[in-house]
């Protein structure tokens, strides 16, 4: 085999194994029969000394999302997934997210949420909508604040994991920070002709630690195309990535692969053979 050693990026984000072999924490949920205008809540308990909280939603059509009675976001179009930086909103202790959902003519609604908190001490907590959340079909003052009493209210239809129904398409939102990995070896089979499937393994060797509580992913692009991209079980150390199957980049040999080679964060071709 030969050798190329290189420089790449592995994101620590939410493209959850640990979830399944879906990398969505979070799952479509609405009600049955479907409503017009449907109210969630959500009470999520934060610990102290958060870095980084993120939370990306959408809806099926129109949303407006609060965080602890604050309004932070709306939007009309489900394909667009909004990020929301929501590190100032939490406080430690009880925090509440409340989002009105609108489906015009109350034919086929949806709302989805990811969200992820990161701590001091690099541990994480990543949730989603599912069926502990809380819903009403009518308005009620306060609705939005965490000392509105929801103890009348019931839980939502879960509908599935994207890609689901009528929503294909979305692309899974990175809401934890990228954790440098330094790419030690990438071992590639000898005579790889273009559209052949071959074996690689490529091992790695991150900057700092890691949480065990979020899954990692390996992307590689050639020429701005994602050849491959695996998701690693977060559960045990892992160094070593590898893939099933890859395809060999189209029209580039072996001999070249080093002079196209880029990571999803840099464009830079560092490669020795040996």
Not at 21 to 50: A, C, H, M
Not at 131 to 149: A, C, H, N, V, Y
Not at 186 to 208: L, T
């Amino acid at each position: 085999m030969k050798t190329i050693v290189a420089f790449a990026i592995i994101c620590v984000g939410l493209y959850a194994t640990a979830h399944g072999s879906s990398p969505w924490t979070g799952t479509w949920i609405w009600t049955d029969p479907p409503q017009e205008n449907v109210y969630f809540r959500k009470l999520v308990d934060v610990g102290p000394n958060i870095t980084s909280a993120k939370l990306a939603i959408t809806a099926d059509n129109i949303y407006t999302v609060f965080v602890n009675g604050i309004e932070i976001g709306k939007d009309d179009d489900w394909t667009n997934m909004e990020v929301y930086d929501i590190s100032d909103r939490l406080k430690p202790g009880q925090n509440i997210i409340a989002v009105k959902a609108t489906d015009p003519g109350g034919n086929l609604g949806g709302l989805l949420v990811e969200a992820a908190v990161v701590y001091e001490n690099n541990s994480v907590l990543l949730f989603g909508t599912d069926k502990t959340w809380r819903m009403s079909f009518e308005e009620i003052p306060g609705w939005t604040s965490l000392e509105f009493d929801e103890s009348s209210w019931i839980s939502p239809n879960e509908i599935g994991k994207p890609p689901v129904g009528p929503w294909s398409g979305l692309e899974h939102p990175s809401l934890l920070p990228k954790v440098p990995m330094e790419t030690i070896a990438v071992y590639w089979p000898k005579d790889v002709k273009p559209g052949d499937k071959v074996k690689v393994v490529c091992k790695v060797r991150p900057e700092q630690r890691i949480p065990i509580e979020s899954p990692i992913a390996l992307r590689i692009l050639s020429r701005g195309e994602i050849v491959c991209e695996q998701w690693i079980e977060p559960d045990s150390p892992i160094t070593t990535w590898e893939p099933h199957k890859i395809r060999s980049v189209s029209g580039v040999l072996l001999a070249d692969l080093c002079a196209v080679w880029q990571t999803a964060s840099s464009s830079g071709n560092k490669c020795n053979r040996e």
